[in-house]
């Protein structure tokens, strides 16, 4: 298999995802500001959801560049993070109609856990395979954040099974906010750098 069957393949399927999240969005029981202020935590749950998923996306495809040629445990990898993914708009509803939930929380976070650690072995096939200096630059520049980020993510499980349901998701929109869109951002800067 080409790179690029893969590449493609698994921007369909993260399409796909987040096109099912907006379909899980219900209709508000009365057509008026306080049908969809009823539904706030729906539109919170949904929007935390799209842009973490689209964060990953652009985590993955922008490290495509650097990408010469996959292995059938790259393409196996990707299945797994592909897999645990599809399980996001799930979970995302439950939160969205149970936000103060223990049990539910700690589903989101699990969720949120094993696709990041599935997004992790699919780097580390990726970097196996491809040993250039533009792949060396995405993995070293990853390795800043990424261990901060497991973190965060690990506390808001344990904060949401103990004694904050809502942790998980916090978790999730302050890693969001504060280390990946930055870091993706910063990430032009370094590659370009090494580019020149």
Same mark, same amino acid.
């Given at each position: 298999?080409?790179?690029?069957?893969?590449?493609?393949?698994?921007?369909?399927?993260?399409?796909?995802?987040? %096109? !099912?999240? /907006? *379909?899980?969005?219900?209709?508000?029981?009365?057509?008026?500001? #306080?049908? @969809?202020?009823?539904? $706030?935590?729906?539109?919170?749950?949904?929007?935390?959801?799209?842009?973490?998923?689209?964060?990953?996306?652009?985590?993955?495809?922008?490290?495509?560049?650097?990408?010469?040629?996959?292995?059938?445990?790259?393409?196996?990898?990707?299945?797994?993070?592909?897999?645990?993914?599809?399980?996001?708009?799930?979970?995302?509803?439950?939160?969205?109609?149970?936000?103060?939930?223990? %049990? !539910?929380? /700690? *589903?989101?976070?699990?969720?949120?856990?094993?696709?990041?650690? #599935?997004? @992790?072995?699919?780097? $580390?096939?990726?970097?196996?395979?491809?040993?250039?200096?533009?792949?060396?630059?995405?993995?070293?520049?990853?390795?800043?954040?990424?261990?901060?980020?497991?973190?965060?993510?690990?506390?808001?499980?344990?904060?949401?099974?103990?004694?904050?349901?809502?942790?998980?998701?916090?978790?999730?929109?302050?890693?969001?906010?504060?280390?990946?869109?930055?870091?993706?951002?910063?990430?032009?800067?370094?590659?370009?750098?090494?580019?020149?």
């Amino acid at each position: 298999m080409e790179k690029d069957r893969l590449g493609a393949f698994v921007d369909a399927v993260l399409a796909i995802i987040m %096109t !099912i999240l /907006v *379909l899980e969005l219900p209709r508000p029981e009365t057509y008026d500001l #306080a049908g @969809l202020w009823a539904l $706030r935590t729906n539109f919170f749950a949904y929007a935390l959801s799209f842009f973490w998923l689209g964060a990953m996306w652009v985590n993955i495809h922008y490290s495509y560049h650097a990408v010469e040629r996959i292995n059938q445990k790259t393409v196996w990898s990707a299945v797994i993070m592909l897999f645990f993914s599809s399980f996001y708009p799930y979970a995302t509803k439950l939160v969205a109609d149970a936000f103060w939930n223990r %049990t !539910i929380q /700690v *589903l989101y976070g699990a969720v949120v856990l094993l696709i990041t650690v #599935a997004v @992790l072995g699919y780097y $580390r096939q990726l970097r196996l395979i491809n040993g250039g200096e533009g792949m060396r630059s995405l993995v070293l520049h990853r390795r800043r954040w990424i261990h901060i980020d497991i973190v965060l993510k690990i506390v808001g499980l344990v904060l949401s099974a103990t004694f904050f349901p809502p942790a998980s998701s916090i978790a999730v929109l302050v890693t969001l906010l504060v280390l990946v869109i930055p870091s993706q951002l910063a990430q032009d800067n370094t590659v370009n750098a090494v580019e020149r």
